[in-house]
């Protein structure tokens, strides 16, 4: 396939998002990045106690009439987005305390499942030169999925690895735009509000994977493009301004994909090879007992022969829950809890612990007590099974 829609993928389309993003069939992008218009509603040029001018946004698409005009503005293209965003995909909106509440609360009227709000520290903020607030020196970025019940690729351990071996933290501190990463055009910055491309490398990285769809509504210089092609993912962007559009595709022209072997999260890949009938045999799992959803909206009764049967459906616990997700395919090992003492616990946290205890018996493991059970697992890494990726 090397189209969506009427869109050749990895390009930038000229016109205005909602209209383009109106052309998109439902359900078809696996990652959104969205830097909407802040509508920041300055007055008037600003100037540094020495009388230089401040290299404001004050851009005109960046006005609108009022703040009504801004809500309905969001309502239609953040709309637009929750139709075409995969249930397995996830969209981050970055914005600042102009419009990131406003935004927060449409999106979460129009059902996304927000997971986290991430704190983008600038480590090098622009000062607050009147000195009558305090320096502002972060912008929020949402991170949501479009609904509760949707899954959502993220690669935990490989945001661990980029933390030093320490479990990512919701604060992230990365400089703003500038030296040779700031484009300019004729000595001048080619665009107001460029990002860091930091910014977008632990956003792509984390949360798709290669040849995923990645779709930027408000592309500006192209660096949610940049940073996907880079990473060998594609991507459709939307853009109003030729100009931005011409710097994004100059920009897109220097850019060499990384190889493919060197994008493979390895360091994901710790599935063991442990089969649901070995839990069962071990008696990690009963005959008889339910396991559940993770929202426990659903359960499924596990049978003798090791399958589960949930309503009229009899399978393997990954064809129940593809079954029950409408789904071709689905890993079961993310989907299925057992309940213990009133607690879920992931059945994939279960082989685990099968496979350190009878296939790598000779490895220490701390111990910790779940229900019944005692496993040698540390609570951190239980939440990070519970989060892993689909
Ligand atoms: C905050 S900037 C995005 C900057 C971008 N993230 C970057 O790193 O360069 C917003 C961009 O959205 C564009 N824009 C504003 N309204 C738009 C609309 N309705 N449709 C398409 N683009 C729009 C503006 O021209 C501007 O370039």
């Not at 998109?24 to 100037?47: E, H, K």
């Not at 500006?220 to 100009?243: D, H, M, N, Q």
């Not at 009764?301 to 129940?320: C, E, F, R």
């Amino acid at each position: 396939m090397t189209q969506i829609g009427p869109f050749n993928f990895n390009t930038i389309v000229q016109g205005d998002c909602i209209e383009q993003l109106k052309k998109l069939p439902d359900n078809s992008v696996d990652l959104i990045f969205a830097d909407p218009p802040y509508n920041l509603q300055l007055n008037g040029d600003l100037y540094r106690p020495n009388q230089t001018k401040v290299d404001a946004v004050n851009d005109k698409w960046d006005k609108f009439e009022s703040k009504e005009e801004y809500d309905k503005f969001c309502i239609q293209w953040l709309g637009e987005c929750h139709r075409v965003l995969k249930n397995t995909g996830s969209i981050w909106v970055i914005g600042t305390y102009h419009n990131i509440f406003r935004v927060g609360a449409i999106m979460q009227n129009l059902n996304f499942w927000l997971l986290n709000d991430i704190i983008w520290v600038k480590t090098n903020p622009m000062p607050n030169f009147k000195g009558t607030r305090f320096n502002n020196a972060h912008e929020t970025l949402i991170w949501a999925t479009k609904s509760k019940t949707s899954s959502y690729t993220f690669h935990y351990h490989s945001m661990k690895v980029l933390n030093d071996d320490l479990q990512m933290r919701s604060d992230w501190l990365i400089p703003i735009c500038q030296g040779d990463e700031r484009i300019k055009v004729n000595g001048v910055k080619a665009h107001s509000t460029q990002k860091p491309a930091e910014l977008l490398y632990r956003i792509i990285l984390s949360t798709s994977n290669t040849n995923d769809l990645v779709l930027d509504p408000f592309s500006g210089s192209g660096t949610t493009a940049a940073v996907a092609k880079r990473l060998g993912r594609r991507f459709i962007a939307f853009e109003r301004e030729p100009f931005y559009i011409q710097v994004a595709n100059d920009r897109l022209a220097k850019i060499a994909p990384i190889d493919k072997p060197l994008l493979e999260y390895k360091i994901e890949k710790r599935k063991p090879k442990v089969p649901f009938g070995n839990l069962i045999e071990k008696g990690y799992v009963k005959i008889g007992e339910h396991l559940f959803s993770r929202d426990a909206k659903f359960s499924a009764q596990v049978l003798a022969d090791t399958s589960l049967q949930y309503l009229d459906v009899v399978g393997s616990i990954h064809k129940v829950s593809a079954t029950i997700l409408n789904k071709e395919n689905h890993n079961g090992w993310s989907y299925w809890y057992v309940r213990r003492d009133g607690i879920l616990y992931s059945i994939d946290t279960l082989r685990h612990d099968y496979e350190k205890k009878f296939l790598n018996p000779h490895t220490n493991y701390p111990e910790i007590n779940f229900g019944n059970n005692v496993v040698n697992e540390p609570e951190e890494t239980f939440l990070a099974y519970e989060h892993n990726a689909v």
